[in-house]
Nanobody, 126 residues
């Protein structure tokens, strides 16, 4: 069982940076693959980034490649999403997720994750 709590969202201007954090409870955090997804009003939830349990492979959506970086600190039970050069189209609720069973490119799919946080709002003004 894993509980996830996101933080770090807010209102920023285009071009600014934010770092989202997702703190996980439980002693087995290091066993979980972790992902970030986002959902804008009226749109489906979309993949943003993922990182494997072993911290050696990351995946990024094309829309954020080169701007967002996912990382994790297993000692702190925390996964991060560093977001640079933010654009108005990045406005959404951002969710972190934890999953055990999937591997490889399957990590870009929401159904690869069994645990989700409550989300944090990111708003980017133009």
């Amino acid at each position: 069982q894993v509980q996830l709590v996101e933080s770090g969202g807010g209102l920023v201007q285009a071009g600014d940076s934010l770092r989202l954090s997702c703190a996980a409870s439980g002693r087995t955090f290091s066993s979980y693959n972790m992902g970030w997804f986002r959902q804008a009003p009226g749109k489906e939830r979309e993949f943003v980034a993922a990182i494997t349990w072993s911290n050696d492979i990351t995946y990024d959506a094309d829309s954020v490649k080169g701007r967002f970086t996912i990382s994790r600190d297993n000692a702190k039970n925390t996964v991060y999403l560093q977001m640079n050069s933010l654009k108005p189209e990045d406005t959404a609720v951002y969710y972190c997720a934890a999953g055990l069973l999937s591997v490889g490119r399957a990590l870009i799919r929401p159904n690869s994750y069994g645990y989700w946080g409550q989300g944090t709002q990111v708003t980017v003004s133009s």
